[in-house]
Each structure stands twice: as C-alpha cells, then as structure tokens.
C-alpha cells in the first residue's frame, strides 16, 4: 500500500512543493467550496502521485502494462485558510459537471496579505484573497491504478521549435 500524502504550505517555498504535489489534479467544480463563515476553501481532487511515478515505465510488447508498473491517483483533500475572498475566472462555479485539470498554484504577497492563484488548463483560475499563507493537503483514501499519466507539450502550441 502507497504512503498517504499529507503536507502544510506556510511559505513561498512550501507551495512550490504542494504544486508540484498537485500538478495535474483533476477538480470536480462540484468539490470546489468557499466556506465564508469558516474562512476557508476546500476541494477534494483525483491527485496523480507524482512521487510514485516511474520515469521510465513503458507498455511492453504487446502494448499491456505489467499490474506492479501501473501510475497511482488518489482523492487528496486540500484546504486553504484566512481566506477573506474568492474570484473564478474561465469557468461557471455553478456548473457542477466541469472538472478541471490543476497546474500550478502561484503565490504572491500583497499590501493586505497573500494572493493564492489556482490556475487550472483552459485559461481556468481561482483567486484566493488571504490574511497569510496556510494551506494543508491530505490524501483521503487508498490508491488505485492507472495506466495513463499526465503528459505535456515540450512546446507551446503553435511553436517552430
């Protein structure tokens, strides 16, 4: 069984690990919640476990991948707090059935406190306005295989190189 992921963000540096963590993660709109009262954002999201991928894994012959050589995922909870304020931008939050593919997640410091910026594919983004920077991830449940893993463009589209 995969060691469950669970981490704490409180700087600059401790996010870039969180992103590189949550690169890929795939976000039901549905999972996406601000809690005003609580002051809180929190998503559950199929996370991709990087930190168990194989460089090298290749099908074999026949185009089957061997059982052991499978990628993992896993429904990893993710929270941010001190949150005074969320925009979207490229997606309805009310459209429930949109699940978005997680990128990156940017961090920068404002006169009145941190801007934390999901930015998904599609030109998607979440906004987060913050006293401080706090964010915890946790996966929530037990692995289970994929054969397929995230891949991306060397180049951007639309490149001659």
């Not at 669970?6 to 963590?21: I, M, P, T, Y």
């Not at 185009?63 to 005074?84: A, D, K, P, S």
């Not at 037990?142 to 001659?160: E, L, Y």
Request: hydrophobic fraction near 45%.
């Amino acid at each position: 069984m995969a060691t469950r992921l669970k981490l704490r963000a409180e700087d600059e540096e401790d996010v870039h690990v969180v992103s590189a963590c949550l690169q890929d993660a795939l976000a039901p709109v549905a999972d996406m919640k601000f809690l005003k009262e609580d002051r809180r954002f929190v998503l559950v999201a199929n996370r991709f476990c990087w930190e168990d991928a194989a460089e090298d894994l290749a099908p074999m012959d026949d185009g089957e991948i061997e059982e052991e050589n499978l990628y993992q995922r896993v429904h990893c909870g993710i929270r941010f707090e001190q949150v005074t304020g969320v925009k979207v931008r490229g997606f309805d939050p009310r459209d429930n059935g949109v699940i978005l593919e997680l990128l990156t997640i940017a961090v920068e410091t404002v006169a009145v406190g941190v801007e934390i910026r999901l930015i998904f594919a599609g030109d998607a983004e979440v906004l987060l306005m913050t006293e401080r920077l706090l964010c915890m991830i946790e996966d929530l449940d037990d692995h289970w295989p994929t054969a397929f893993r995230p891949g991306h463009p060397t180049a951007p589209p639309g490149s001659t190189r």
